[in-house]
T-cell receptor, first 116, second 119 residues
C-alpha cells in the first residue's frame, strides 16, 4: 500500500521568511514518482515538480527548492523569501509508474499562509 | 495550448438526483483521471480512462461512473446523490506515454474543478 503523510496541517509565516513543507511517503515499490502540487483558492491543482526514485539530486527553481532523501523517505519543499502569492494549499503525491495507470496518492495537504 | 477544462464550475443538486460532470483534456492527452476532494477525506482517486477504457478505479460505490469519448473528453456521473457527495471534483489529463519497462511516465495536469453541493 502507498501512503503520503504531510504532518503540517497549517503553517503561517511572515513575508520574506523561508518555509519548509514536509512530506514523508511509504511505498514497497523501488520505482516511483513523487510530485508537489499547489492549490490556490481558485481550486486548480498546479504542478510544481516531479521526481523519480532514482534521482536524489536536489532541485532548485527560483525561490523553490526540493530535498529528496530516500533514506528517510522524505521529499521536502522549501520556499525561500516567501511572498503573499505563495499562500495556498500544497500537496505532495506519489505514483507507482509500473501499475500501468496514472493514479496519484495524495497527502492531506499543508495550508500555507504568508502574512504581509 | 488550452488547459484542462471542466464544466460546469458549480452545481447545486438535491438528494436523490443525478449529475453529470464534463472534462475536456489538454489537446493530445489520452488519459483522464477524476478525483474527489472533501475536507474530511482529502483528495481521493475515483477512476482513470485511457483510450475510452477504464484503466483503474478507486474505492467508490457504483453510483459513481464515468466514460471517455473518442476525442478523449470524459464525463463522470453520480446517481442517487447523497449529502456526502458534496465535494470539489477534479479532472486531470496526461499524455500517458509508456516508458522503459512499461512504466507510465507522465505529469498530470488538473482542471479548476466542479464544485458540487448536494442539498
Amino acid at each position: 500500500a502507498q501512503k503520503v503523510t504531510q504532518a503540517q496541517t497549517e503553517i503561517s509565516v511572515v513575508e520574506k521568511e523561508d518555509v519548509t513543507l514536509d512530506c514523508v511517503y511509504e511505498t514497497r515499490d523501488t520505482t516511483y514518482y513523487l510530485f508537489w502540487y499547489k492549490q490556490p483558492p481558485s481550486g486548480e491543482l498546479v504542478f510544481l515538480i516531479r521526481r523519480n526514485s532514482f534521482d536524489e539530486q536536489n532541485e532548485i527553481s527560483g525561490r523553490y527548492s526540493w530535498n529528496f532523501q530516500k533514506s528517510t523517505s522524505s521529499f521536502n519543499f522549501t520556499i525561500t523569501a516567501s511572498q503573499v502569492v505563495d499562500s495556498a494549499v500544497y500537496f505532495c503525491a506519489l505514483k507507482n509508474p509500473r501499475s500501468g495507470n496514472e493514479k496519484l496518492t495524495f497527502g492531506t495537504g499543508t495550508r500555507l499562509t504568508i502574512i504581509p | 495550448k488550452a488547459g484542462v477544462t471542466q464544466t460546469p464550475r458549480y452545481l447545486i443538486k438535491t438528494r436523490g438526483q443525478q449529475v453529470t460532470l464534463s472534462c475536456s483534456p489538454i489537446s493530445g492527452h489520452r488519459s483522464v483521471s477524476w478525483y474527489q476532494q472533501t475536507p474530511g477525506q482529502g483528495l481521493q482517486f475515483l477512476f482513470e480512462y485511457f483510450s475510452e477504457t477504464q484503466r483503474n478505479k478507486g474505492n467508490f460505490p457504483g453510483r459513481f461512473s464515468g466514460r471517455q469519448f473518442s476525442n478523449s473528453r470524459s464525463e463522470m456521473n453520480v446517481s442517487t446523490l447523497e449529502l456526502g457527495d458534496s465535494a470539489l471534483y477534479l479532472c486531470a489529463s496526461s499524455v500517458s506515454l509508456i516508458g522503459g519497462g512499461g512504466t507510465v511516465q507522465n505529469i498530470q495536469y488538473f482542471g479548476a474543478g466542479t464544485r458540487l453541493s448536494v442539498l
